[in-house]
């Protein structure tokens, strides 16, 4: 795992361990608002398929409606995550940290409501039902530590999923997201085998 002490994070919130694939779908967080919250999602485009450039199309704008038809669904949608990890472990980022990504929507976190304006987005590129690979897990253990390591009040109690701040609308990670592995490598533990 990197050194979190290492300086991996600029200070617009670029990590450069990361692709740079800018978005639109970013704006300023409200003034003296630092990031707090660490949100986990995943994200696959068409659902259930992996690979293809899809997901940065969608969160640049530039996915084609008539490439595939749920696609069509997604026409004039305007998405984002600050970081997306890969089935091969690729990190991705669209978003600076410092920067407001626009992944939580409408969610609250321990009654305070508007998650984007105070979180980071990670999306896993994956699927509720489908297991994460390994290296997803190792990578996000990587990047969870360096972002902590900028942000120290985002605590393992200030690392949640979607499902939890949009219940009844958002169900990802979803339940083959395991907890307990992402938790046990970020405590510098071996993940309990099966």
């Given at each position: ?56 199309q969608l969160f640049q704008n530039r996915l084609d409606p008539s490439a595939h038809p ?29 920067r407001r990504a626009w992944h939580a929507g409408r969610s609250a976190f321990e009654g ?7 979180s980071i987005g990670i999306e896993l590129e994956g699927s509720d039902e489908i297991p ?63």
């Amino acid at each position: 795992m990197t050194d979190p002490s290492a300086s991996a994070i600029d200070s617009s919130g670029r990590l450069s361990i990361a692709r740079w694939l800018p978005s639109p779908n970013a704006d300023q967080r409200p003034p003296g608002i630092a990031p707090d919250l660490l949100v986990i999602h995943n994200i696959s485009l068409p659902p259930g398929r992996f690979g293809g450039p899809w997901i940065e199309q969608l969160f640049q704008n530039r996915l084609d409606p008539s490439a595939h038809p749920f696609f069509a669904r997604l026409a004039g949608l305007h998405v984002s995550a600050h970081l997306l990890i890969r089935r091969d472990g690729e990190l991705l980022q669209f978003v600076e940290l410092e920067r407001r990504a626009w992944h939580a929507g409408r969610s609250a976190f321990e009654g305070r409501r508007e998650c984007n304006d105070y979180s980071i987005g990670i999306e896993l590129e994956g699927s509720d039902e489908i297991p994460f690979q390994p290296v997803q897990y190792s990578r996000l253990a990587e990047v969870t530590a360096l972002i902590q390591a900028r942000y120290p009040a985002i605590t393992p109690a200030r690392i949640t999923g979607h499902q939890d701040i949009a219940p009844g609308r958002k169900t990802d990670p979803g339940p083959a997201f395991d907890w307990d592995r992402y938790r046990a490598l970020l405590s510098g533990e071996p993940p309990a085998r099966p």
